[in-house]
């Protein structure tokens, strides 16, 4: 299994940048496609960005592309969430999730197995 760990939500101004990681722990991580998914009070989670197993593969969700870069570093166990421009809109709980089936990464919550306790991203206007 796969336990992770999300760090680096704080409070920011509208166009500001912020890099969220994750620190992955288990024998597995390099064989795991890896998700970043947001939530917001009251409204859905809702998908971010996904890398494949080797980093060579991303995808982003319409309303962060351009602005947000998903990457990892298996030799650290890492996976980063860069985030420039940001906008009060992107203000919500940022949720880091493993999959154990899937290698090139997913804009389906429920494809993914294992999930960080999450870290908060408020961007104040």
């Known amino acids: 299994q796969v336990q992770l760990v999300e760090s680096g939500g704080r409070l920011v101004s509208a166009g500001g940048s912020l890099r969220l990681s994750c620190a992955a722990s288990?024998?597995?991580?390099?064989?795991?496609?890896m998700g970043w998914f947001r939530q917001a009070p009251g409204k859905e989670r809702e998908f971010v960005a996904a890398?494949?197993?080797?980093?060579?593969?991303?995808y982003y969700g319409d309303s962060v592309k351009g602005r947000f870069t998903i990457s990892r570093d298996n030799a650290k166990n890492t996976v980063y969430l860069q985030m420039n421009s940001l906008k009060p809109e992107d203000t919500a709980v940022y949720y880091c999730?493993?999959?154990?089936?899937?290698?090139?990464?997913?804009?389906?919550?429920?494809?993914?197995?294992?999930w960080g306790q999450g870290t908060q991203v408020t961007v104040s206007s």
């Open positions: 890398i494949s197993w080797s980093g060579a593969t991303t």
């Open positions: 288990g024998r597995t991580f390099s064989n795991n496609a």
């Open positions: 999730a493993a999959s154990s089936r899937l290698r090139f990464g997913s804009s389906e919550a429920g494809l993914y197995d294992y």
